[in-house]
């Protein structure tokens, strides 16, 4: 993992059908440099889904720093990053600028 670099945590279980479009994107940003990523089973880990409230699946949690996101991430006119939470699956230009944002 790239010490300092953003993390980005995705939250995933076996049934997801969006982390098959979501997953290649996160390791092609990971395998770039962008990101470290940590991809969590929630049918494995529960505490952790109740920890941060996910109620959806996928969801991406934002970190820098170590510490979570804080405030809105805009993208398009659309606020897709809340407080470190994004629900639901984005293409590549979309994570992109997101991560940009952070």
């Known amino acids: 993992m790239q010490s300092g670099a953003d993390l980005v945590s995705d939250q995933i279980t076996p049934r997801d059908n969006e982390r098959k479009f979501v997953a290649p994107v996160l390791h092609r940003l990971r395998d770039e440099g962008l990101i470290n990523l940590i991809q969590v089973d929630l049918d494995k880990n529960r505490p952790l889904g109740q920890k941060f ?36 699956a984005a293409g590549e230009p979309v994570l992109r600028e997101i991560i940009e944002k952070m």
Request: no cysteine; charged share 15%; proline share 6%.
């Open 53 to 88: 409230n996910i109620t959806a699946i996928p969801t991406l949690l934002f970190f820098k720093e170590g510490k979570m996101l804080q405030g809105t991430i805009t993208v398009q006119g659309q606020p897709l990053v809340r407080d470190g939470m994004m629900i639901g």
